[in-house]
């Protein structure tokens, strides 16, 4: 079991900058990818990060050069740093874990006005 625990969303003018929390229950060495995915209204649940347990980190294409994912083992806590926020960036943003079955956090609301 991996239970997650977000923190960091909220309202951000364009141009803005959010960092994004995630705090899991177990060491990451512990599990296998761990990352970011987010869905706004209407549309289906995408990727915008991860990072798998030998340290490779993907992008989506869409957040490539503005989004930093990273990972601090002492605290088993994922973060996503988030720059030059869009209006297009505004959604729900979830925590995901990948550990023999996968696992989700309860999300976080990011709005990006224009």
């Known amino acids: 079991q991996v239970q997650l625990v977000e923190s960091g969303g909220g309202l951000v003018q364009a141009g803005g900058s959010l960092r994004l929390s995630c705090a899991a229950s177990r060491s990451l060495g512990s599990i296998n990818a761990m990352g970011w995915y987010r869905q706004a209204p209407g549309k289906q649940r995408e990727l915008v990060a991860r990072i798998t347990g030998d340290g490779n980190i993907n992008y989506a294409d869409s957040v490539k050069g503005r989004f930093t994912l990273s990972r601090d083992n002492t605290k088993n806590t994922v973060y996503l740093q988030m720059n030059n926020l869009k209006p297009e960036d505004t959604a729900a943003y979830y925590c995901?874990?990948?550990?023999?079955?996968?696992?989700w956090g309860q999300g976080t609301q990011v709005t990006v006005s224009s």
């Open positions: 995901h874990a990948v550990n023999v079955r996968s696992y």
